[in-house]
């Protein structure tokens, strides 16, 4: 079976745990000044993380550790880490970095005094089985291809697909497929291909209406 039947599978975010998840990451970001097609390492630094590459020994994508408790973690220069596999390409870092955040964002969604955050991704090819691991996947493809601006962009290109300017609705299925469409969002946003079809298969229905 390839990922994408995986994830057809696997997939058990309820849409409206989606949208709830979605509020969440927006406001997280819109509060902290967040823009993650920006240098993904600054902007976590604005808000006191440390990125770092690793080689884990175990069949590890990544780690967090925050311990507000103190000022910082044993010999590093911050209280707040994020650890990704070194051998991953750029897309998987930034996936799996932001997959990361999500569980401390969801920590301090839950309770803002929450000062400890350690979790780590142990899966690295497609959802876990482990439902809050899916729903952090959720929430870190949701800050690299926000809702709102995916939206936009679709309409836009719906309308620019039809000579007299109208638009013309694509259904998820022609949009994943849609090559030219799927490399524009891809250059745009910096992520691979397999992102933006799960995107838009998370975010539209077979009609391609936002869910």
């Known amino acids: 079976m390839n990922f994408e039947g995986r994830y057809r599978l696997m997939m058990k975010v309820a849409v409206k745990r989606r ?16 823009n993650m097609k920006e240098d993904l390492f600054k902007e976590l630094n604005k808000i006191g993380f440390l990125v770092y590459g690793v080689k884990f020994r175990k069949q590890l994508s990544g780690m967090i550790l925050v311990n507000e408790y103190a000022d910082k973690i044993e010999d590093f220069e911050s209280n707040k880490l994020i650890f990704y596999n070194d051998r991953f390409d750029v897309y998987n870092v930034r996936f799996v970095v932001l997959h990361e955040l999500a569980h401390y964002i969801y920590d301090k969604y839950e309770n803002k005094n929450q000062k400890l955050t350690i979790a780590m991704r142990d899966h690295t090819v497609g959802y876990s089985n482990n439902i809050d691991e899916q729903e952090k996947d959720y929430m870190a493809a949701a800050m690299l291809i926000p809702l709102v ?63």
């Open 19 to 34: 949208a709830e998840l979605e509020t969440i990451v927006k406001d997280f970001c819109l509060q902290n000044k967040l």
């Open 149 to 211: 601006e995916l939206d936009e962009r679709v309409r836009v290109y719906e309308e620019n697909k039809n000579p007299n300017g109208q638009r013309v609705r694509l259904s998820c299925d022609e949009l994943k497929n849609d090559d030219y469409f799927v490399q524009s969002i891809q250059r745009e946003y910096r992520v691979d291909a397999t992102l933006v079809s799960r995107r838009i298969e998370e975010l539209f229905d077979e009609k391609g209406v936002v869910y």
